[in-house]
Nanobody, 115 residues
């Protein structure tokens, strides 16, 4: 059973940076695609960034040029480096693992961008 645990959220001022981490249990991480999603209050969950098992990345328009997704298969961990944060980036950020018929969500970590 795969489990995901996010960390690294918190309160940051506009223009600041945060790095989120998502650690996966189990043995399928290296062959799985990983994604970061977010959900702001009153809004639907939206895709932020994805990274394939081979390291190819894709970003939502809102994340391009500011966020970077990366992975360390030796640590079973995926990261989301966020820079130039804006108040509208405030949300609960979730990581997700996808492989064949397996899709798993993490529990989420709160990111609040406010002065």
């Amino acid at each position: 059973q795969v489990q995901l645990m996010e960390s690294g959220g918190g309160l940051v001022q506009p223009g600041g940076s945060l790095r989120l981490s998502c650690a996966a249990s189990g043995s399928i991480f290296s062959t799985s695609a990983m994604g970061w999603y977010r959900q702001a209050p009153g809004k639907q969950r939206e895709l932020v960034a994805t990274i394939t098992s081979g390291g190819s990345t894709n970003y939502a328009d809102s994340a391009k040029d500011r966020f970077t997704v990366s992975r360390d298969n030796a640590k079973n961990t995926v990261y989301l480096q966020m820079t130039s944060l804006k108040p509208e980036d405030t949300a609960v950020y979730y990581c997700a693992l996808s492989r064949l018929d397996t899709f798993v969500w993490g529990q989420g970590t709160q990111v609040t961008v406010s002065s």
